[in-house]
């Protein structure tokens, strides 16, 4: 139950963030953005929040993360941004991805004040 609540936590999250900086911004329709919200969302949580952010830190997460939302949104903002350059659908890409960070970034504090997929979160590695 604590993935489906940090899903949909998640979820609600990206679609604002998206339909702010793609719909408002560069003009996609909702349902291009509401597109993107489900493979991005589902994609960077298995990647960045679960597979990421216990190996390493929330920094390596949120650049992850910022990689993975500037591809996802530059890729499938192609065929579906009628009408835009592809310098265009990039720099949408680029300020979807740097607004996305920024609520990633917040993402994985309650991931891991929930030990959400905990592996060792802000424990002190020794060598032994």
Known sequence: MTHVKALA????????VLYLV?????GFTFGDTLLMTIVLGVVSYLLGDLYVLPRWNNMIATLADFGLAFLVIWLMGM???MGMTGGEVALAALFGAIAMAIGEY???FYMMSKEIGKKHY???R???
Do not use: A
């Open 126 to 128: 020794t060598d032994s």
């Open 22 to 26: 793609l719909g408002l911004g560069f």
């Open 79 to 81: 065929p579906l941004s």
């Open 106 to 108: 917040c993402f994985h």
């Open 9 to 16: 936590i998640k979820g609600i999250m990206t679609i604002i």
């Open 122 to 124: 802000l424990e002190t």
